[in-house]
């Protein structure tokens, strides 16, 4: 009986190794739009999984493999035209930019927000949001250059990694 639950907490433990880590670079990052969730893979092995929120309609949040190319602390919310750390602030205390569509990082990111209710849900405009003490625990590990993969599926991360898709 112990064996079982032991088979059975290791498979779930978001400490498993990923199949083929070596194609995945080192920190990588794996944001799946089915479930709104955020993987972040140090070393090989998923160290930490977070509940994200993601665009209002499936095209709007880009899937594909991105670099993070922009990070900043208190970012400007140019569309408002709100300064960062203003408590109105859509986009919270970091922006993690990445180049999808042929961008500079300032359009697409990973950011914190200033409704942590819109977190797991489907409401951004294409952005992937976190709750604040998740985006700065993620911006302090994450350095410029760090892939990012975006997908929309219903595998586990274990499973989509292992795959190599």
Known sequence: M??????FLLLLSPMWPL??????????????????????IEEGKISEVYKVATGKSNDLTPEGEFTI?????????????????DKSNPLGTRWIGFDANNTDGRTFGIHG?????????FVTAGCIRMYEKDVQKL?????????????????SFQEYAAEGE
Do not use: C
């Open 139 to 155: 911006y302090n590990k994450i350095r410029i250059g760090t892939k990012i993969k975006v997908v929309r599926t219903q595998k």
């Open 69 to 85: 190319t922009v990070k900043a602390v208190d970012p400007y919310y140019r569309k408002k035209d709100i300064p960062g750390g």
């Open 113 to 121: 927000n200033n409704n942590p209710s819109a977190i797991g849900r």
């Open 19 to 40: 199949g083929n880590a070596e194609e995945l670079g080192d920190p990588y990052i794996i944001v799946n739009k089915a479930n709104n969730k955020l993987a972040y």
């Open 2 to 7: 112990i064996n079982i639950k032991v088979v």
